[in-house]
């Protein structure tokens, strides 16, 4: 029901108002509750009159205020909403709400729901039955009250996957008889069936298509392409020129995860499509594990990447090594040198390493092979193996492919080879010429001074021209390739060593071998190889792009895993095969986005939610308002609100308001400024802060006991808010829940640390877990430690100042004498210099130091100053309690005093100068 | 006792405070008979005691063995010597313990009851410390001397009576001894006339002193109110408190003009003090009606 500008969702309460007439008359036949008081003086009242036989009526005013609020109270509840959407169309029947459900729709998926909302708030006040159908997991659409899905939206969420082509048409048959209205919440991409369900649809009432304007952005699965990643970034709309960030996730090598790399990418005007080309060095690849667009949360601007851009593994086999001990001229040397940063090296037999099935075999000088050997390899190359040989004499010396070409040799040699430059030989070295254009290593600079003295020939042949990768100056092969399958053969036709080219020597042949090893990228599994194979989920991708852990999904075939589009039996996420991984992304390599060409009929509008304004809570809350003022007047004019009593009342009402916050925090940083304050983070568990203050309450006693250092009480302090400059020392329990501070908190726990404060991190597990993300507290410490400027870490080293800055320690339990306690490391530099018991460590103090003892446990005391937790067993464990005070004294020592007794070391020399 | 004890200590404690500040009160007696014993104090006129008083020209009448023929020897005439006339008085105190003595308006003000116990004990005191034998009227408290008598006093001041107006008591009180009533005097004021004009009839003079809560002279009430008595055996409703003041007051008056002839009818004193006034200034008036007693009969 509508009244102006102004509808009802529940216009029959305002039947209500007709009662207040009667409501009036009752009040004012009623005379307000008389006060019963005690009073000796009634002996001389008695017998006393009242002049005004008539009772003391409720004033008029009185009345009109509880009207009102009574009033109030009646229209707030029949839920006026002010301008309340009008539905031309159709403003009454069955309603049917229809999602796509897609990955598309993940990003605005707040939006959508809110838009779902406001047209459940109609439907409801306008009393139509709503169906709701979601395109990716289709069900016959049941006609409820509105105010029954409100609870079931949430299970309405997007799903990693499109509508297929086929559940278009199922939800299309499953529309069954019946007229209704339909508002499509589209995704805005176009797909096959859509005409199907829109004609279905139409059939059977007006439909308004509901889609955000906002231009959906996908990524394509990234591919390596000569040593870099490339991506691929897609846009459904060709617009104007747009830039994007795509980022590339990844573990850093201390396993957190953190973004190792940024690409800019730009949509050029009126392109669907950005390329470009992330060039990492090899390391840092074989650690992504996912690129993302920068501020689009759905899955399809996720690209997993999987086993195709991870660390190779290179098996290095040299010829028998009859040199022993010479490093420098060892085949191998200059290769392990080479790809030891970027490539797992296998060290092993031949026959032993084929079962592995590394990507890449080197053999240097390897000359014959055994039959088995030969075999071997074969069959591993045939199946994508990158077999690299290198010359050498014993290669030189053989027969090896010297009539006709052995199978793992890309061509024929010429008997002996050839030495050029040298003392018994005409001519210079010779020089490298520029690779050809088709050599996986176009491009490359050539250093001047790699030249080449001695090599093996090639025998001319008629394929040698395409086998030719690199040669030298004067023409003469220098790398040659050949394909064997789907992998390759390539020789190199000097040493591994620099005995016969300064090749090795140079950084060319750094790059020569990424380009070569990186072009044996794993790539992607054919039909036949998974057939019949069971993938495992290990981690599945939710629609706004979250990876979660798979569970206890079923395995999937390889065959759909190859084939199959992502839907409900195949999502899209990292699955674990026979011998590698592989990543299923949303977007397939060959995907396009497209817009979706609605008919010129139909009504297409945003997500944006017409502005409509309940005012029920208003006139609720004024209904409020008025009923306390009514409280207020009464009382006043049954003589109970003494006027004193009123100030009082608003006074200390005035009072309970809380004081400004920056008081407050002045005078806690003043009290923790006058004196030597202990400080530890509220973690807002409360036994955990409450054992952190006891702890510290603890450790000032034992300080106040036996050192010139007498803190005052600890201070619990909040990040947020508080002045961290004040406190010498952070103590901060790590607990699995505690919130991540702020980027400005962060901000000035950096500034803390680089000034001089010491931030003590306790995971306080100890007894459980070793260092680093074992334990829930463990990961929780890397999270929160993630954003703070944390220098190199190491092990508190036996001569670290903080085991003699007040006792003589060993180690440092704490109610756990568990494991290692980590310091700022010392300076690769530092070294013992001789007649000084100890190095000359870092010259300040150590800005963290982490462990997980549980050290404020061990020092707790109570009020009355007794331990309130047990330490270990008997005298061992008071023994440990000792032990961990005098850790928390020499901790404060170190803390306030800094590398003084380092610099004691200096004392003996002082003195000696002093003498002379 | 065992609950009263300490509250009896905390009242003699203070009532000794408050008396600390007056000089000894001398109490005066008009009459000899019966009730004057010889006491330590001087009554500030010749009789029988031990110290001087003065020396008076020689009468007619005069025992030759009285003059004093130190004195008459420096000068023509003769002198006698007079001794100070030394008495002990017995002082009566009735203060009402009834429920409506419980009444404090406010949580600032001590209830009626407690200053009206407080001022009687300490004139109880100041009596004790002048010579005079204090007791209790209406109880089986006779009048005594000594430190002991003030704790019998203060233990048997704290007893509370459940009745909602107390009427005072006349038994016990000596025959020309002297009384004090402390007490609201708001209920049946018949029985004040009783007891005032029985003890009168027996030659008693004393004092009554109404103690009022300030409330109880303002009536600040408002709206439609129940007054009910302490006891909560009175009932009194009315639908606006506001328009009973003036005539409340007017009543109030009357019971004190009432009071007030009532007194000066038999000779007594009438005081009036309130609760939210100090007890030192309450104490002062009745060292002074007191004196006025004496003086009067001086």
């Known amino acids: 029901m509508t009244l102006g500008a102004i509808g009802f969702t529940a216009p029959w309460l305002l039947l209500a108002l007709a009662a207040l007439p009667v409501l009036w008359l009752l009040l004012r036949a009623v005379p307000p509750a008389p006060v019963r008081r005690r009073f000796p003086g009634v002996a001389l009242l008695l017998g006393l009159r009242d002049d005004d036989s008539v009772t003391d009526r409720t004033p008029w005013w009185l009345l009109l205020m509880r009207m009102l609020a009574v009033a109030a109270l009646i229209v707030g509840l029949a839920g006026p909403v002010l301008k309340p959407q009008q539905d031309e169309a159709a403003a009454s029947g069955p309603m049917l709400i229809v999602l796509d459900g897609s990955w598309a729709s993940a990003r605005d998926w707040p939006t959508r729901q809110a838009l779902i909302e406001t047209l459940l708030d109609d439907a409801a006040r306008a009393a139509r039955p709503v169906a709701l159908m979601r395109l990716t997991d289709p069900e016959p659409p049941v006609f409820r009250a509105a105010d029954a899905w409100r609870g079931l939206l949430s299970g309405a969420a997007p799903l990693p996957w499109e509508p297929a082509p086929d559940a278009m048409v199922r939800a299309a048959d499953m529309l069954g008889e019946g007229t209704f209205e339909t508002r499509w919440l589209s995704d805005g991409l176009n797909r096959e069936g859509r005409e199907t369900l829109l004609t279905a649809l139409r059939a059977r009432g007006p439909v308004t298509v509901h889609e955000s304007p906002a231009p959906i952005l996908g990524l394509r699965p990234a591919r390596i392409n000569d040593g870099a990643v490339e991506v691929t970034a897609l846009r459904a709309r060709p617009g104007t020129e747009r830039e994007i960030t795509v980022e590339a996730h990844g573990r850093d090598p201390s396993g957190t995860p953190r973004v190792l790399a940024t690409l800019p990418l730009t949509f050029a005007q009126d392109e669907t499509e950005a390329q470009g080309a992330l060039s990492l060095p090899a390391e840092l690849r074989a650690r992504l594990s996912r690129l993302e667009i920068a501020g689009q949360h759905h899955a399809g601007a996720v690209s997993l990447t999987d086993d195709s851009l991870r660390r190779r593994e290179v098996a290095l086999i040299a010829g028998r090594e009859d040199r022993e001990g010479l490093e420098l001229l060892s085949q191998l040397h200059y290769l392990e040198r080479a790809l030891e940063p970027t490539a797992d090296l296998l060290d092993a037999a031949l026959t032993d390493i084929l079962p592995a099935n590394p990507d890449v075999i080197v053999l240097a000088d390897v000359a014959t092979l055994s039959g088995a050997e030969q075999a071997g390899l074969l069959e591993w190359a045939e199946a994508g193996g990158l077999l690299v040989r290198f010359a050498g004499p014993r290669l030189a010396a053989s027969d090896v492919s010297r009539s006709e070409e052995a199978p793992l040799m890309p061509v024929r040699l010429r008997a002996g080879g050839r030495s050029v430059g040298g003392t018994m030989s005409w001519g210079e070295p010779k020089s490298l010429a520029p690779f050809p254009e088709q050599s996986p290593f176009f491009g490359l600079d050539i250093p001047g001074d790699v030249t080449v003295s001695a090599q093996v020939m090639a025998q001319p042949d008629p394929t040698l021209a395409d086998r030719v990768i690199a040669q030298l100056s004067d023409g003469t092969p220098l790398v040659t390739r050949k394909r064997i399958g789907t992998g390759q053969v390539v020789l190199f036709h000097v040493t591994a060593n620099a005995e016969w080219s300064t090749l090795p020597l140079s950084g060319l042949f750094v790059q020569m071998l990424e380009r070569l090893a990186v072009s044996s990228t794993v790539a992607l599994p054919d039909l036949a190889q998974v057939e019949g194979t069971t993938w495992q989920p290990v981690q599945v991708l939710d629609a706004s792009g979250d990876q979660a852990d798979a569970g206890t999904l079923p395995g999937v075939d390889g065959a759909a895993l190859v084939t199959g589009p992502v839907g409900p039996g195949l999502r899209p996420g990292l699955y674990e095969g026979p011998d590698r991984r592989l990543a299923l992304n949303v977007m397939t390599p060959g995907k396009v986005l497209a817009p979706v060409a609605w008919p010129a009929s139909m009504t297409v509008t945003g997500l944006e939610k017409p502005a409509q304004t309940p005012l029920g809570g208003w006139l609720l809350a004024a209904a409020l308002l008025l009923l306390c003022a009514d409280i207020a007047a009464t009382l006043a004019l049954s003589g109970r609100l003494w006027p004193t009593r009123a100030a009082a009342l608003v006074l200390a009402a005035l009072l309970a308001l809380p004081q400004p916050v920056d008081a407050q925090e002045i005078d806690k940083a003043l009290a923790a400024a006058s004196e030597v304050t202990l400080a530890h983070v509220l973690t807002g568990n409360r036994r955990v802060d409450e054992t952190a203050h006891a702890g510290l309450r603890g450790l000032g006693d034992t300080l106040h006991f036996r050192t010139s250092v007498e803190p005052a009480e600890p201070a619990g302090v909040d990040l947020e808010t508080d002045e961290l400059s004040v406190y010498p020392l952070l103590y901060w329990p790590v607990t699995p829940e505690q919130p991540i501070p702020s980027a400005e908190a962060y901000a000035r726990l950096n500034a803390y640390l680089r000034t001089g404060g010491l931030i003590l991190f306790d995971t306080r597990d100890a007894d459980i877990a070793g260092f680093g993300a074992a334990s829930p507290n463990g990961q929780k410490l890397q999270r929160l430690a993630r954003p703070l400027d944390i220098p190199p870490l190491e092990p508190v080293p036996a001569d670290h100042v903080l085991t003699r800055t007040f006792y003589l320690l060993q180690d440092f339990p704490g109610r756990y004498a568990g494991r290692q306690v980590w310091v700022e490391a010392a300076p690769p530099d530092a070294e013992r210099v001789e007649g000084m018991p100890f190095r000359n460590l870092n010259d300040n103090v150590t800005p963290v130091l982490i462990g997980g003892n549980d050290w404020a446990t061990a020092w707790a005391i109570n009020e009355a100053g007794n331990p309130i937790y047990p330490v270990g067993r008997g005298y061992a464990g008071e023994r440990q309690r000792e032990m961990a005070y005098r850790f928390g004294v020499n901790l404060v020592m170190h803390v306030l005093t800094g590398n003084y007794k380092s610099d004691q070391v200096h004392v003996p020399a002082l003195l000696d100068r002093l003498g002379q | ?298």
């Open chain 2, 1 to 298: 006792m065992n609950h009263a004890a300490p509250l009896s200590a905390s009242l003699r404690s203070r009532a000794e405070a408050e008396a600390a500040r007056l000089p000894a009160l001398l109490a005066r007696a008009e009459h000899l008979a019966g009730t004057v014993l010889l006491g330590e104090h001087g009554r500030r006129r010749a009789g029988m005691g031990d110290d001087f008083w003065q020396y008076r020209p020689v009468q007619a009448g005069d025992e030759r063995r009285h003059i004093d023929w130190r004195r008459s020897a420096r000068s023509d005439s003769q002198f006698v010597r007079q001794r100070e006339w030394q008495i002990a008085q017995s002082v009566a105190i009735w203060v009402d313990n009834s429920a409506a003595m419980r009444f404090a308006s406010d949580k600032a003000l001590p209830p009626k009851a407690d200053r009206a116990r407080l001022l009687a004990l300490a004139v109880a005191i100041l009596l004790n410390r002048a010579g005079e034998r204090v007791g209790l009227a209406g109880t089986d408290l006779p009048p005594r001397r000594g430190n002991a008598q003030m704790m019998r006093l203060a233990e048997a001041l704290t007893h509370d009576s459940d009745i909602d107006f107390g009427h005072p008591q006349s038994t016990g009180i000596a025959a020309h001894g002297r009384a004090l009533f402390v007490s609201d005097f708001l209920g049946d004021i018949d029985a004040v006339r009783t007891a005032l004009t029985a003890a009168a009839d027996r030659g008693v003079q004393g004092i009554l002193l109404q103690v009022l809560d300030p409330a109880e002279e303002a009536f600040p009430y408002r709206g439609r109110t129940i007054f009910e008595s302490m006891g909560g055996t009175l009932r009194h409703e009315t639908l606006k408190a506001s328009e009973l003041r003036d005539r409340y007051q007017a009543r109030l008056a009357a019971r004190k003009a009432e009071l007030r002839t009532l007194c000066t009818g038999t000779g007594w004193q009438y005081g009036l003090h309130h609760t939210s006034d100090s007890a030192q200034s309450a104490l002062l008036w009745l060292y002074r009606a007191f004196e006025a007693g004496t003086g009067g009969a001086r």
